[in-house]
């Protein structure tokens, strides 16, 4: 089993739909991260489950809905996106312990396309 | 002042060439520092950590100046392959690391 799995690594996906990205690590990490890449921009944050408390990053639109049922998995709950949504979505784990973090490990991402 | 900055670049340079990027931040609380490479339309890679006295792994060496709130990344004998996107990663003290905008950089043959 690879660090970080994420699934699926495509979506296409229209205005209407509702949709669930996976991410699921296997390398007993405590903090769980969704970030976001669009074209030639850098990656932004979106959520953060470290220690079993969400933080999350407060321009994230609610069409957004993040999910961490336990701290090996997370998902990424989608429903009525935009266009502009489309991005290459990364799922990242590290250990974290106070203002000390290890280096993230990043799954292969999803590739998202809202038509 | 942004939590992250890097030059984007891009940084062109011939083969066998040393490069050197800069990265600076701002929470002077900052106790993690990482250097990522991307590849295009690929998820970043650890490439090395920064540690308080610098650290080196082979052409690559990673310094921290705390008193100047940046970290550099060094490039000896540049490769093809060294071709990428480098991204500096800082803990900006909330529970999170905040990724620079990255540096291009081609190496050309």
């Known amino acids: 089993e690879t660090g970080v799995t994420q699934t699926p690594r495509h979506l296409v996906m229209g205005m209407t739909n509702k949709k669930s990205l996976k991410c699921e690590q296997h390398?007993?990490?405590?903090?769980m991260y969704w970030y976001k890449q669009s074209a030639k921009k850098p990656l932004e944050l979106m959520f953060v489950?470290?220690?079993?408390?969400?933080?999350e990053n407060n321009s994230v639109p609610s069409r957004f809905s993040p999910e961490c049922p336990n701290s090996s998995h997370l998902f990424l709950h989608l429903h009525t996106l935009q266009p502009e949504d489309s991005a290459l979505y990364l799922c990242?784990?590290?250990?974290?312990?106070?203002?000390?973090?290890?280096?993230?490990?990043f799954g292969n991402g999803t590739r998202l396309t809202v038509t | 002042r942004k939590e992250v900055e890097q030059d984007p670049g891009p940084f062109n340079v011939p083969e066998g060439a040393t490069v050197a990027f800069n990265c600076t931040y701002s929470?002077?609380?900052?106790?993690?520092f990482f250097w990522y490479r991307q590849d295009c339309r690929k998820e970043p890679k650890l490439l090395m950590s920064?540690?308080?006295s610098g650290n080196e792994d082979g052409r690559f060496t990673a310094q921290l100046n705390r008193a100047s709130q940046y970290i550099s990344l060094l490039i000896r004998d540049s490769k093809l392959s060294d071709s990428a996107t480098y991204l500096c990663?800082?803990?900006?003290?909330?529970?999170?690391?905040?990724f620079g905008s990255g540096t291009r950089l081609q190496v050309q043959p």
């Open positions: 990242a784990s590290s250990q974290t312990q106070g203002n000390w973090d290890s280096p993230l490990h």
């Open positions: 390398l007993g990490h405590n903090a």
């Open positions: 489950y470290s220690l079993e408390e969400r933080v």
């Open positions: 929470n002077s609380a900052s106790q993690s």
């Open positions: 920064v540690y308080s």
């Open positions: 990663v800082v803990n900006t003290g909330r529970r999170a690391l905040t």
